[in-house]
């Protein structure tokens, strides 16, 4: 036998039903969430039965209080939001868009790697000639001479 501490808690049916009406679950829509008949949540709910602890879990989950797992942890989910502990929102499109941004990129990279002819970054872009003295240096252009058919102007 193991002697870690167990896990289990003993939730109130008050609690669940309250959490459960929080969710603006009825017992027939919280039962689909939770994979049991209306009948569980029933007997869950008056005291019939124990509830089991992933089941209050999943609902507060499902409520918005806390998502699964140490790597979620402070993250929250309420009215369609995703909301990462220092507060800021996430929504559906905006997280839509950020896939959309990253299928854009992958997509890039593979069209980028299959190209006959690569570039290297100073063939697209040449470093400066530090050679050069400063009295050398290329004027803007707006002020080079402008040439018109070979003469300057």
């Known amino acids: 036998m193991s002697c870690r501490k167990s896990a289990r ?6 609690d669940f039903a309250d959490l459960r009406k929080q969710a603006g ?5 919280a039962a689909k969430a939770l994979d049991v008949t209306p009948r569980t949540v029933q007997n ?32 929250t989910m ?14 559906v499109v905006w997280l ?4 959309y941004v990253f299928a854009q990129a992958r997509l890039w990279r593979q069209m980028h790697t299959r190209s006959a002819i690569q570039k290297t970054a100073s063939t697209v872009l040449p470093f400066p ?12 252009l707006e002020a080079q001479p402008q040439r018109i058919g070979g003469a300057r102007r």
């Open 129 to 140: 000639d530090l050679s050069r003295k400063p009295a050398e240096k290329a004027l803007p």
């Open 44 to 75: 869950w709910e008056t005291g019939g039965a124990r509830i089991p602890w992933m089941a209050y879990r999943m609902l507060r989950i499902l409520r918005g209080y806390a998502l699964p797992g140490v790597t979620w942890e402070g993250w």
């Open 9 to 14: 808690r003993w939730i109130s049916p008050m």
């Open 25 to 29: 679950m009825t017992r027939k829509e």
């Open 78 to 91: 309420r009215n369609h939001e995703l909301f990462s502990p220092a507060g800021r929102s996430f929504d």
């Open 96 to 99: 839509e868009n950020v896939e």
